[in-house]
Each structure stands twice: as C-alpha cells, then as structure tokens.
C-alpha cells in the first residue's frame, strides 16, 4: 500500500497519521498543499486533522480548494480511497466528497478525550477489521465536530448503510449520534475521532489499529 498524507498550513496530526499507516505496513510520502499532482502509484490519500488554513472562513473550505484539493477530488472521482479526519472530514464534505456538514459544538467547548464508538457497518475496507455493533475506544479533539444533514440525505446514508461509525455517548451534538459515513462507493471515509491517536498501547489505547491493518490489507490484495 502506498499513501499519500496531505499537509496544509495549521495540519497538525499529519506526522501521527504518516506513523499509523507506516505501522501497517505502508510507504507513505507527504504531499505539500501547493502541489497539483499526487505521486504516481498512490493507493490512498490521508487528508489529517488540525486547523486548515487556521479554519478561517469554515473549517476546511479554503483547504478544499488548495492548489492539491483538484488532484484529491479527481483521484475520489476515479475510485481512488481517501480517508479524513477531524479536519480532514470537514475537507471532504466542503470538496462534497461526502454529505453534510460540520457544524459548532453543540455544547459550543472543544471536546477533548477518548470517547467509546460503536462500529456501525463492516462492509467497508475502514472497518472490516472489526465486528459489527463492536464498541472501540477513539479520541476526538475538535470544536466543530457537530455533524449535520437534512433528513432526506440522513435516511439516504442510513438507508445505505453508510453511517461507519457512531458516539456512545453523543460529545457534540451530531444527529443520530453519527462519527464517521462513507461515500457512495464506500471508497471515501470520514470521521471525526483520531483513529491515528490510538495504534498502541503508549498512547492509550490501540482500538484504532485494526483500521489501518484492515485498510493495508485489503488494498495488498486488490
């Protein structure tokens, strides 16, 4: 598996997400925001967390149109796998590579701690190393975190068995408890936690390895 990891002015977990893909066996190279082209031979773009831009104007809408942003959207049009977190999400639904949107906090704090998940599908190459309804231990660290969509989009997604992950104990007020959804093809994933924060013991927990094991698995062998 080769990665291609994203980094815009104000990324802040770049380096942690370059170390969880290396840890699953990946080669992994950075990619500069300036850029227009993705290196040849790229399985999947990291798009990491932090504050784009310093979330000037909304939180990863002049990220989304970075001189790199076309390049992302084309590789997700041609059936490409892409992942963002925490910030990276609010990309991908501003480029509307995914649906909906980030809002503030409902309780208008940052959050900041390891929160429970349940893995809500397995059909995806994100989440088939886990079981169904499994309860994984992930930390979060954002202020606009709230995900949002209208009911007809929100039946959509549930109806499709989109919805990847979801809050045992809801931090931000996000409908129906949703942490992370999937693209049409399930090829683009988004979520808030920082699965990229929990890969082994030393930092807490590990629950988010099976992720990028998973990940790194299935691509091996496409």
Not at 60 to 78: E, L, M, N
Not at 92 to 100: C, I, K, V
Not at 125 to 154: F, M, R, W
Request: glycine share 12%.
């Amino acid at each position: 598996m080769k990665a291609a990891v994203i980094t815009f002015p104000g990324s802040n977990c770049d380096r942690d997400l370059s170390m969880a893909f290396a840890a699953a066996g990946a080669d992994v190279v950075k990619v500069w925001h300036k850029e227009t082209a993705l290196p040849e031979g790229i399985d999947i773009i990291g798009v990491p967390g932090g504050f784009s831009y310093g979330d000037y104007l909304r939180c990863g809408a002049i990220a989304s149109r970075s001189p790199i942003g076309q390049a992302v959207a084309d590789f997700a049009g041609k059936g490409g796998y892409v992942i963002g977190i925490c910030n990276g999400f609010q990309v991908l639904t501003e480029m509307r590579l995914l649906p909906g949107a980030l809002m503030r906090n409902a309780g208008l704090k940052f959050v900041s701690k390891p929160l429970a998940l349940r893995v809500a599908t397995t059909d995806s190459a994100y989440t088939s190393g886990y079981e169904a309804g499994q309860e994984i231990v992930i930390p979060v660290a954002h202020h606009d975190g709230n995900y949002q969509i209208d009911p007809e989009g929100l039946a959509r997604i549930e109806g499709e068995d989109r919805v990847a992950f979801r809050y045992v104990e809801n931090p931000n007020g996000s409908v129906d408890d949703i942490a992370g959804v999937l693209s049409e093809n399930r090829r683009v994933l988004g979520m808030m936690p920082h699965p990229e924060r929990a890969i082994e013991a030393a930092q807490g927990g590990a629950d988010g390895a099976a992720l990028f094991r998973a990940l790194s698995g299935m691509l091996a062998t496409a």
